[in-house]
């Protein structure tokens, strides 16, 4: 897909049929009709679209990083690498900085419609020819995927939104549409889906195309959200209102599709789900499996099938490069710019690979404390971080852990990060090292390691990884979740929680952990926290889960402090917080301008 997408940004194809309409929701499809009619003739023509059309639609998710600042383990800070801002980026105030993702939809939206409709129009003549008809369908099923994400991912933060699924040509017609109920956007979302699973085929031509699995793994997503407003209550969507038994419908729905996508399609976790090695205490050589999944040089194959959906890029000299280096890590590693830290309080929640359980809580401590270094559970001690889950070390760096450093496409040789030290000279076992700089933008002791390539030869802004959309073990933790929600603890389902936490090399979970429903979900919970470290998903499980109250404050509370390594308070979010402070982080707000150009759309409650 790579190859294809940069092909045609080469040629300027779809230069001559889309433009960036700024001014309003759309990006429109210009009154060249003549050109678009001359273009529109061959399946070769459509898939030149459709490579369009996804690559529209990969900035609206590949940023979904953003998201994970909405909770309590990532600190996120406006990245200027992100080329649709999520303009704030802070756990307590947030639903009103979206309107760029609003509009971005939209245009996506349009660009999906256009694909859809011209290959309906070059499927007319074939009517007869069955192989074509399916190759064309198969065509239009992608389409519809992508179209459903969108939309799925507009109700999941506005509520009630316009729908249309046809091309709009101008604003005026957009002026005249209202907010959909959310159950009618909901279920043409879910005949999008529906579409794309009975038409595409069981594994995609080329890695980044959608295939069968991530048309099931959608729906059942869908299907899950759809269960837990239905569950745990949307009073903040004041036109929503909540049955149980749409809710036990759709949980039961959800584990339906997502079973389907486990069983059907000899789809493995990464290297078999095998932890690997953990490698040395400080030394980065060797580094267990779960980091590996999230590099080009060996994740992007999915020869496994965890990847079930990617968003890709072309890496050096395609326009089309990811930035995850340079948001992920620091000036050591290509002069990056740390725009993503993990907060320290992520740490406590990398358990024992000995009893499985959570150790003694990391204490924060001043470094110029005599024993900081090597206290007890003090966080400033690389050995309170032995035998902990694997993927704590192929996630975060602490005090004393090693990264490669690259400069210039080269290796400047392994760099050790000590939180506040910015390269400084130090020797480590009779060695001498220049110390990890992470540009003065840490406020927890800890940096990532996830997402950050260990490889010469690429800069900040050029690497070419595929983004995971979904993954199979996020599957495996969703259907888990399902079922637990309808019957309790299911055998199944604590089977495949399990294989996601041997990734870490941790014990299966003990009898206590999978007791009752409540007991399961919080193993559940556990396992999304540390398994889906920054791809975007925990602001969106605390909303669904109406948890951004349990997570922080209650209303009118003390908050929430987070600190560093150091000890020292860092920030503090919902301090004395009102009701509707906690209302607008549930729902988005519709963007004003939107509003003005078009007075059909209401406003959402908390924000009038």
């Known amino acids: 897909m790579k190859r294809t997408i940069i092909s045609i940004f080469t040629i300027g194809v779809l230069g001559l049929f889309f433009n960036s309409c700024t001014k309003g929701l759309l990006d429109q499809e210009p009154t060249t009709e003549l050109g678009a009619a001359a273009f529109w003739q061959t399946e070769e023509d459509a898939t030149t679209a459709l490579m369009g059309a996804y690559s529209e639609v990969r900035p609206i998710f590949d940023r979904d990083y953003h998201f994970s600042g909405h909770g309590e383990f990532v600190k996120v800070y406006n990245t200027g690498a992100a080329p649709i801002r999520i303009s704030v980026n802070n756990p307590s105030n947030y639903g009103g900085g979206a ?22 129009k070059i499927m007319l003549p074939q009517a007869e020819n069955e192989e074509k008809v399916s190759q064309l369908e198969a065509l239009i099923g992608e389409a519809k995927l992508l179209r459903g994400m969108l939309y799925f991912r507009l109700i999941a933060l506005w509520g009630d939104v316009p729908y249309f699924g046809k091309i709009i040509n101008d604003n005026s017609e957009v002026e005249s549409l209202s907010r959909l109920p959310i159950a ?14 009975e038409t595409l085929p069981e594994k995609a031509s080329q890695v980044g195309r959608a295939a069968q699995p991530a048309a099931l793994a959608f729906r059942g997503k869908v299907q899950l959200y759809w269960a837990s407003w239905n569950n745990f209550g949307w009073p903040e969507l004041t036109t929503f209102t909540p049955s149980a038994t749409e809710a036990n419908e759709a949980y039961a729905a959800a584990a339906k599709d997502f079973k389907k996508v486990i069983e059907d399609y000899g789809l493995q976790l990464f290297r078999g789900g095998e932890p690997g090695e953990w490698g040395e205490m400080g030394e980065a050589e060797v580094l267990p499996n779960y980091y590996y999944m999230f590099i080009p040089s060996t994740g992007n194959a999915n020869e496994d099938g ?11 000299g395609t326009g089309q490069s990811d930035e995850y280096m340079r948001v992920f890590t620091g000036r050591s590693v290509e002069g990056s710019q740390n725009q993503v830290n993990p907060r320290y309080e992520i ?7 000995i009893t499985g359980e959570f150790m003694e809580p990391l204490i924060p401590m001043n470094p110029s404390e005599p024993n900081a270094r090597t206290a007890p559970n003090s966080a400033l001690n690389p050995e309170s971080y032995r035998n902990r889950d694997y993927r704590m070390k192929s996630s975060i760096l602490w005090d004393y852990e090693k990264i490669m450093g690259l400069a210039s496409l080269k290796e400047t040789g392994f760099v050790p990060f000590i939180y506040k030290t910015w390269s400084q000279e130090i020797t480590i076992d009779g060695e001498k090292y220049t110390t990890f700089n992470d540009g003065s933008t840490n406020r927890s002791g800890y940096d ?21 959309v979904m993954r199979l073990a996020d599957v495996y933790l969703m259907y888990a979740e399902a079922t637990n929600e309808i019957n309790g603890p299911q055998t199944d389902a604590i089977e495949l929680v399990n294989k ?3 990734r870490g090399n941790l014990p299966p979970l003990k009898a206590d952990k999978t007791a009752d429903k409540d007991s399961f979900f919080k193993a559940i919970e556990q396992e999304r926290i540390v398994e889906l470290l920054a791809e975007g998903h925990r602001a969106f499980d605390i909303r669904r889960w109406r948890a951004i109250e349990r997570v922080f404050s209650p209303p009118y509370g003390d908050g929430r402090w987070f600190v560093d390594t150091h000890g020292a308070k860092r920030e503090r979010y919902f301090f004395n917080a009102s009701e509707r402070t906690y209302e607008r982080c549930y729902i988005y707000r519709i963007p004003e301008s939107e509003r003005e150009r078009n007075p059909n759309l209401t406003q959402n409650e908390p924000w009038k």
Request: aromatic share 16%.
């Open 306 to 316: 965890e990847m079930i959906m990617v968003f890709t890029h072309g890496g050096t």
């Open 448 to 468: 990532f390691r996830k997402f950050v390539r260990n490889y010469p030869g690429q800069n900040r802004s050029s690497g070419d990884y595929n983004w995971p």
């Open 184 to 197: 009618q956007v909901k279920d043409s979302i879910l005949a999008d889906f529906t579409y794309a699973y």
């Open 500 to 502: 996601v936490r041997h």
């Open 347 to 353: 740490a406590d929640r990398y358990q024992s690979t």
């Open 99 to 120: 309107n760029a993702l609003y509009q971005a939809c939209y245009g996506a939206i349009n660009h999906t419609n256009y694909v859809i409709e011209n290959i309906e």
